[in-house]
């Protein structure tokens, strides 16, 4: 067998993987400066939302079925999701969506909440309280979910 009887890969084929392989790049490039400049959201003149949720302030209790919230700090509290966790998983759900009590307009400083989560609970060992947030942003209102450090644990 000699050199003359092996042959390469076909120039034309080399060429589609080289373009291949150069949109390829050129898509994960894009989506990583896509997810760096993510549009900011912000609240109280200007600032970001994310330190906002640094200034959020609120007390919890669950006691037979009910869930308590209330909201001591000064910043409005729109939405709460609920971090269930037991058995080694965990859901994640809309307190909202649970309960129709949750006020549309959300809890505002001073503001209370009391409804039954019985029914989503059941079986868990703990839940956490994350708060969530309404800014303003280039496009409208927008909603921003507090990191978890931010909430607030409660063990059942």
Not at 8 to 25: C, K, Q
Not at 124 to 132: F, R
Request: net charge negative.
């Amino acid at each position: 067998m000699s050199l003359k009887d092996k042959r390469g890969i076909s120039p034309v084929i080399a060429t589609v993987l080289l373009i291949a392989i150069v949109v390829v790049i050129a898509v994960i490039i894009f989506l990583w400066f896509n997810e760096m400049s993510r549009e900011a959201i912000t609240k109280f003149s200007g600032k970001n939302i994310e330190l906002v949720c640094d200034d959020v302030d609120f007390d919890a209790s669950y006691s037979n079925g009910e869930l308590y919230i209330s909201n001591l700090g000064n910043v409005p509290i729109f939405g709460m999701k609920i971090k269930i966790s037991g058995e080694g998983s965990y859901e994640t759900v809309n307190l909202g969506d649970i309960s129709n009590e949750w006020p549309s307009a959300g809890l505002d400083q001073g503001g209370t909440f009391s409804g039954d989560i019985s029914s989503e609970v059941s079986g868990a060992e703990e839940i956490v309280l994350i708060p969530v947030l309404i800014g303003t942003s280039n496009k409208g209102e927008k909603t921003y979910m507090c990191e978890e450090r931010h909430g607030y644990e409660l063990l059942l």
